[in-house]
């Protein structure tokens, strides 16, 4: 029963962080793969206030003056080669506009993009459902519309449509439909090459921000720390950007890990029961063996090597049932769409899943055997035997 | 310390003013009251007295078992001290062998596995040393025929044989008997009894018996009176020791 316990607590262990992290680690690579690991913005300058207050615990943020948007991007990148972990840069023209056809209006924004820079931060390529990221490029008034967007105004890949700003309005033609499975993304966003952008918002000089994939994901807070103090531009690394939907997973994380850790739990007091049990039952035994010159340790290693061989049965049962549950439920569908898009359930892959789930059974099944172990060492020989035979 | 105890070779075991008190507050009984004890190697020696009278309680003080309250043990001219339950195991193992009224072989275990157990333990014999030792000396109880068999397929007597069996099976100096017979009937008692005092007397083991039987304490060299706490008589039977 313990064995079969610690099996399933180490199986639905993984199979728990294997999902959740699943999910965590696309919903990571969506946000990577449309709007870059860290974005490049508005221009900031310190006020005389922050001049005064030098120390270096002072907040100087909050008596920054910023200047909107990026004015001067080429000087920028040139400044991102000091950083050795940036892979690639895009610059971005973003303005508000509407986008008419036949049908109906809608909302938009514009993403005024070079098409050859933006594949290179992003997942744009993979993104598109139809039409092609060629046609765009090979099609100088090409646009590429998010799925919802395409969906709301009934336009299809080769429709004409019309983008109006103020009193200025222009005809393009659709060129692909993307989507990024996050519904924000999708209801609004289109991108156009960046000089079409320019001449529709009449803004021949500079870019709202540049976006920036990086080598290394996990130093993007580090990066952008630098590429602040090295551009004076605010820099936003992924992890802060969507600070609130990392947050919930790793609640999902803990919380799961925590259930699970439960039925480990549960079967670690089984285990402590039946040792404690065995170690009632057997104290004459205990006892005899004391009496042959067996020491405290002699007898304490029995229980504690009963309890390593369930725990490493255990522990190897756990994991092949961990996997082929993973397995299992890789296949299973399931469709999201809202922070990502999936029609899947999403699993991670990872060998720390099984150590956690490991370190976890170990410790609790070695405190559930080591507690028996401890009390069958402390027997008193005598006082059991001269117990039995009076 | 030590200065009050015999070196004689021939003394395999000895004690000096034996203290031992049960229970605690109102209810703590002096259960032994100085006890002065020896035994030389090949003597068999039986303890007689009514119950409570704390001839077990001894019996575990010498075996090492329990821990006394006062006085001194000394094993095959090693004191044990008081407090190191590590020296006391290790002499329990090399020096000591114990027989007691209940067979208590461990029943996963058959006759063979029993009697390896405390050879195992010490370490000095190769596995197949051990089996052969064990086997020659299931021979010797008459248990030759039956020692792969489990303690549940042997019959009360038989039990108590494998018993002995183990109990020599590091060539203790010492065995202690804590009424090995009590739970046979009077054939299988006078049959193990004879054993028992004959493998001590082969082997040059000093033996101490508790028995509530007074026939088979006449089978002994020695018979200790024993009474509230105290050895109060001392009857000599075999003059060659």
């Known amino acids: 029963m313990s064995l079969g316990g610690i099996a399933f607590g180490v199986g639905f262990f993984i199979v728990t962080l294997a999902q959740v992290s699943g999910f965590e680690e696309f919903f990571i690579q969506t946000i990577l793969g449309t709007d870059g690991a860290v974005r490049i913005e508005d221009r900031f300058q310190s006020t005389l206030a922050s001049v005064r207050s030098n120390s270096p615990f002072a907040d100087n943020r909050s008596q920054r003056k910023y200047i909107e948007g990026v004015e001067n991007p080429d000087e920028i990148i040139e400044a991102l080669t000091a950083v050795p972990n940036v892979a690639g840069t895009s610059v971005v023209l973003k303005d508000s506009a509407s986008i008419d056809s036949p049908l109906r209006s809608s909302r938009i924004q514009v993403y005024g993009i070079i098409a050859s820079d933006h594949i290179g931060v992003s997942q744009l390529e993979g993104q598109i459902r139809m039409g092609s990221i060629q046609r765009f490029q090979e099609t100088p008034t090409g646009i590429i519309i998010g799925a919802k967007v395409a969906d709301r105004i009934k336009a299809h890949v080769g429709d004409s449509v019309i983008i109006r700003v103020g009193d200025q309005q222009n005809r393009y033609r659709v060129s692909g439909i993307f989507e990024t499975g996050v519904s924000d993304i999708d209801k609004v966003r289109v991108f156009m090459h960046l000089g079409q952008a320019r001449s529709l918002f009449k803004k021949p000089h500079g870019v709202s921000f540049i976006q920036v994939s990086l080598f290394d994901r996990d130093r993007a807070r580090e990066d952008a720390e630098t590429i602040e103090n090295i551009t004076s531009h605010i820099a936003s690394a992924w992890q802060d950007r969507e600070k609130s939907w990392l947050e919930v997973f790793r609640a999902f994380k803990i919380t799961g890990s925590i259930m699970v850790s439960t039925i480990i739990l549960i079967s670690g007091l089984g285990m402590f029961n039946t040792l404690a049990m065995i170690v009632m039952e057997k104290t004459r035994e205990i006892a005899i063996l004391r009496s042959m010159g067996y020491t405290r340790q002699d007898i304490s290693n029995v229980f504690l090597w009963q309890g390593a061989v369930v725990l490493v049965v255990g522990t190897i049962l756990g994991f092949l049932l961990g996997a082929a549950i993973t397995y299992g439920i890789s296949s299973v569908p399931l469709r999201i769409r809202g922070i990502f898009s999936t029609d899947n359930f999403v699993v991670n892959w990872s060998i720390m899943h099984y150590v956690y789930a490991g370190v976890t059974a170990s410790i609790i099944v070695m405190l559930s055997s080591l507690l028996p172990a401890r009390r069958a060492a402390r027997l008193v020989p005598g006082d059991v035997i001269r117990g039995t035979s009076s | ?241």
């Open chain 2, 1 to 241: 310390m030590s200065e009050v105890l015999s070196h004689d070779p021939t003394v395999a075991l000895e004690c000096r003013g034996l203290e031992k008190y049960l229970g605690e507050g109102a209810s703590q009984v002096h259960v032994l009251r100085g006890v002065d004890l020896q035994l030389k190697r090949g003597e068999v020696v039986a303890i007689v007295g009514p119950s409570g009278c704390g001839k077990s309680t001894l019996l575990y003080l010498l075996g090492l078992l329990d821990r006394q309250d006062g006085g001194h043990i000394i094993v095959s001219g090693e004191e044990a001290p008081l407090d190191q339950d590590g020296v006391h195991t290790r002499m329990r193992c090399r020096n000591i062998g114990f027989v007691f009224q209940f067979h208590f072989l461990l029943p996963e275990f058959s006759a063979l596995e029993n009697v390896i157990l405390p050879m195992r333990k010490l370490g000095v014999l190769s596995a197949k040393e051990m089996k052969d030792r064990a086997q020659s000396l299931l021979d010797e109880v008459g248990l030759g025929e039956k020692s792969m068999r489990l303690p549940s397929q042997l019959s009360g007597g038989e039990q108590q044989r494998v018993a002995i069996a183990r109990s020599l099976a590091n060539k203790p100096h010492v065995l202690l008997a804590d009424e090995p017979t009590g739970n046979l009937d009077i054939k299988n008692s006078i049959r193990i009894f004879d054993l028992l005092t004959k493998v001590a007397r082969e082997n040059d083991q000093a033996t101490l018996v508790v028995t509530h039987n007074p026939d088979l304490a006449q089978r002994c060299d020695r018979i200790l009176k024993m009474e509230d706490g105290l050895i109060v008589s001392e009857e000599r039977l075999n003059d060659a020791r």
